[in-house]
């Protein structure tokens, strides 16, 4: 499903004919005289690795230049062809054995860093077949799965009419974790029936539409497909398929297979691109983010190896025949690091994500089951039959920080532009400017755990106006591209009066927005062209930033003032500054000094709300206290007299 696809570092650049230097570890056979092509001499033990296997001896080939590659540990040297996983030998920078890997888990191998590249488009490259021609196994990938400490899942198994916007507004663990909903009644969703096959599949959306195929072996694009080649492949019995391929992004809106299918009601509910993205500008001749509704076709034994949905995007998931069987990493801080150490590094070929993070845990789906995978969610997916699904992808409002930080490893590691969200940054401005009217508006209707949940959207919108006004030239043309003109006219007030509401919404102190500014109708110098209302807000009190702005209404608000007269002990401010510093940790209970008369008076405001997870308090006290020292008027009144 619509995941990204990470950008390998692999290289294509291959060694040189002359021996490399002794004291290199990655080498051609050095020492050794290459025989003439006529002249093959049998293989003697002096060409043989610790890793060497009778069957490998027997496929040697002098005639082929043999690549040689050094353990850092131990020193031994290896056939690259026994040793080495498929990949370039001059792009490995430490490599270590299976022995002393086995001897110290710490060790890892690590690539060199990839070289300067050009922004030229450059062809895929199929890594099922690389340098001996020797296809990569595509169950592989399974036996990387053995004897690993794989949980059951804790996920909630719930009723269709469970699944609704007041548990996600209601419960704050909704849509934190994966749930299963064994059957679709009263999901509000309309899918295919389960005799439903690929045949219909290549009929309602074309058999010569172009296809995305995976080649399950070597998790790359397999080129040159269409629907209709495509269904005769599935057709073949599995003995007969010289390859394991998954179709995972065929995106089917505006087709007439799209008319059988409609999203459970919560997705519609919460999808951004639903409730954001302008009608006028969808369907039919229009460009806009077409993720709701994809078709997945795996046959058995298909793999989909670890990932994140683009942008961290949510996806809804149904079975109409087969099964599924998922793996799922929680989007902990420290997976998503590990997760992005991982991704696109040589690592992907050998090591097992799951030794790398806390846990792992299985689900297994079946025919009219029914799966929504919440934000960021690392998963990899097992296909044990083949299977059909419809799904799709989401953004929505409640986990927004986990959204941008996916979308912000897409960008470390280098997932391209095409396996990204589409048009990421427009959509977001148009679910900005969507929320700054209701915010503006008298009846917001957005709970307060929503509220939280999207100031970050308001600190990636005021990141992109700085990239605005302060950015490169190509940086500023990028950031501009992405404005929606036909919503969004003054992207930089859109953004920093959107942050300034949300953070009053939810409670914040808002001194800080309000910095530079003053009434007398200037901003931090410049004149204003339409004066500062200086109206306050009603029945509050306070200044009036924005116009149509209803801070936090508070369910009660208690006031108290009180005063009284003490005699107290301290010392007079002197003529230095040494003073200042005493006064402001003064404390009751300090005796020393000349006694002083002291009038204090009290103010206390306390202000309460219930919230949907408990209730909000607001105590503030203010004390302001007068020190007159009385022999200070001992003396002005002997003066006096």
Wanted: charged fraction near 25%; charge should be neutral.
């Amino acid at each position: 499903m619509a995941r990204n696809r990470r950008q390998s570092t692999r290289t294509a650049t291959q060694k040189s004919a002359e021996p490399s230097s002794p004291l290199s570890s990655r080498s051609n056979t050095p020492t050794k005289t290459e025989p003439a092509p006529e002249s093959v001499p049998a293989h003697t033990e002096e060409d043989t690795c610790p890793a060497c296997t009778p069957e490998s001896t027997e496929s040697f080939n002098a005639q082929v230049k043999e690549h040689w590659i050094r353990c850092d540990v131990c020193k031994a040297w290896y056939h690259w062809r026994c040793a080495g996983n498929g990949a370039a030998v001059d792009t490995i920078d430490k490599w270590y054995c299976k022995s002393c890997m086995g001897v110290n888990p710490n060790l890892a191998i690590t690539t060199k860093a990839p070289a300067r590249k050009s922004s030229r488009k450059r062809t895929q490259r199929d890594y099922a077949n690389l340098n001996s021609g020797v296809q990569m196994d595509p169950k592989r990938w399974l036996r990387m799965l053995e004897g690993k400490d794989i949980k059951p899942d804790p996920f909630q198994r719930m009723e269709g009419t469970q699944v609704g916007m007041e548990w996600v507004e209601e419960n704050t663990n909704a849509m934190t974790e994966p749930i299963v909903i064994l059957s679709p009644d009263g999901l509000g969703m309309k899918m295919p029936k389960s005799d439903f096959t690929v045949d219909d599949v290549a009929e309602l959306v074309g058999a010569d539409t172009p296809l995305d195929v995976i080649d399950v072996a070597s998790q790359s694009a397999s080129p040159g497909w269409t629907l209709g080649k495509w269904v005769d492949y599935f057709h073949l019995e599995p003995e007969s398929r010289d390859k394991i391929l998954n179709v995972i992004s065929l995106e089917v809106s505006g087709t007439k297979l799209s008319d059988k299918i409609l999203p459970p009601r919560l997705v519609r509910e919460l999808d951004w691109v639903e409730n954001y993205w302008p009608s006028t500008r969808k369907g039919k001749g229009n460009v806009y983010p077409k993720v709701q509704l994809y078709c997945l076709m795996g046959v058995a034994d298909a793999w989909t190896d670890w990932h994140i949905d683009f942008a961290g995007s949510s996806v809804y998931y149904h079975i109409v025949h087969g099964s599924k069987i998922f793996y799922f990493i929680r989007p902990t801080p420290a997976n998503l690091n590990a997760y992005e150490r991982w991704s696109g590094t040589e690592l992907q070929n050998h090591s097992w994500l799951g030794d790398m993070v806390d846990e792992v845990f299985k689900v297994v789906l079946t025919e009219g089951n029914t799966m929504i995978i919440p934000t960021g969610w690392i998963h990899a997916v097992y296909t044990p039959v083949d299977t059909l699904v419809f799904g799709g992808n989401f953004l929505h409002s409640f986990n927004v920080a986990t959204q941008l930080r996916v979308r912000a490893i897409e960008i470390a590691t280098q997932v391209p532009r095409k396996f990204r969200f589409p048009m990421f940054t427009k959509l977001c401005w148009y679910v900005g400017d969507k929320y700054l009217r209701d915010l503006k508006s008298s009846n917001p209707g957005h709970s307060s755990r929503e509220i939280s949940a999207m100031l970050p959207l308001a600190d990636f919108l005021v990141s992109e106006v700085r990239m605005l006004e302060r950015g490169t030239d190509q940086a500023k043309k990028e950031a501009k591209e992405q404005i929606p003109l036909d919503r969004v006219k003054d992207a930089a007030a859109v953004a920093r009066e959107l942050r300034w509401r949300l953070k009053l919404a939810a409670g914040y102190s808002s001194d800080d927005e309000g910095a530079g500014l003053k009434v007398n109708g200037s901003i931090n110098g410049h004149k204003r062209k339409r004066a500062i209302s200086e109206s306050s807000s009603a029945g509050t009190g306070e200044f009036q930033m924005f116009r149509n702005f209803k801070p936090r209404v508070w369910d009660n608000t208690e006031k108290a003032a009180s005063s009284e007269n003490l005699v107290l002990k301290g010392r007079r401010p002197g003529p230095d500054d040494a003073w200042q510093q005493e006064w402001v940790g003064w404390m009751d209970g300090n005796e020393v000094g000349n006694e002083a008369d002291v009038k204090r008076r009290k103010e206390t405001v306390v202000r309460v709300q219930k919230t949907a997870k408990g209730l909000i308090r607001q105590r503030i006290e203010r004390v302001v206290e007068d020190w007159v020292w009385r022999d200070s008027v001992d003396a002005a009144m002997s003066e006096a007299s």
